[in-house]
């Protein structure tokens, strides 16, 4: 055979062999996310468990294809995105937030990994944490042990303080465990609380004019999406009534508000991966037992301490897992 015929032969070979992988390589598994968020509050998070992913071996492209879906804080875009997103069946479904409840509504033959600030159970996501049952597990960032913390840490931030606001969220699933737990630390530190509610982001306005009528010294949120659609306002209404803010997740403190303690959102939304792993293998949700954060955080925003004329205790920065200078 000619030395040309030679190359031609084995050049032929090679492309045959390379189709075969190809064709043999199985399709990437698709994984859903829907967040009720904008992407650019989201993101950080999205990142969080494609990293997690990662780290289980699977590659966005390749042994997965992630296809992340966003609200843009409209409840009616979720439902939308939910039943589309349910139509095209994919193979595992992440819903952050709200549209976690939307789907366990709508959706029973897809697994569902759910990431929710309140109490599963109260909201109908699941049976109980240790057997979720049906469809649908995941994790939820309502630890009620960080309630009590968040008083503590505030009490200790402004030892002369008396009277605190709460911004409760009535509708939420857990909000009357949180209350419960607030009102039980709130006495431990002889603190008077008032409780205020707020009924949708589109009442935040009113809530924050009758939180500053209260003269109250301090605020706390409990931490929800729609606080936290709106952490930027808050920011900027508490530096002008000079109250400080507090509430349970980064972002919050990240935003201009004064501290944040609760569990570390960017390590939990890694952590969704063990629940996509998992499902992906073989087991069902309804045997992957629902989990709490094993990891927490405490933020402080010492440029807004400054600029409310706070004098941070150092045993109270020392305790902060970061400082925003």
Known sequence: MKRRELLRAVAAAALVNVTDRAHSQPAPRRVAWIAQSKAVDGALFFEALRNGLGERGYTDGREIRLEPHWGDDSAQRVARLVGEVAASRPDVILALGPPAVVARRTISTIPVVYAYSGDPVAAGLVESLARPGGNVTGMSFLTLELVGKRIELLREMLPRAKRIAVVAVPEHPGDSAER???????????????????????????????????????VMFFPVQSVMSLRERIAQWSLRARIPAMSGWGQFA???????????????????????????RGVRPADLPAELPTQVEMVLNLRTARALGIAVPQTVRLRADRVIE
């Not at 982001?201 to 009758?210: H, I, K, N, T």
């Not at 990240?254 to 501290?259: H, I």
């Open 180 to 218: 419960r737990v607030t009102a039980e630390a709130a006495k431990r530190f002889a603190l008077d609380l008032q409780f205020f509610e707020l009924r949708g982001a589109g009442q935040m306005e009113q809530v924050l004019a009758a939180v500053e009528q209260s003269r109250s010294e301090a």
């Open 254 to 280: 990240e935003a201009g508000n004064l501290m944040t303690y609760g569990p570390d959102l960017l390590q939990s939304y890694r952590r969704l991966a063990h629940f996509v792993d998992r499902i992906l």
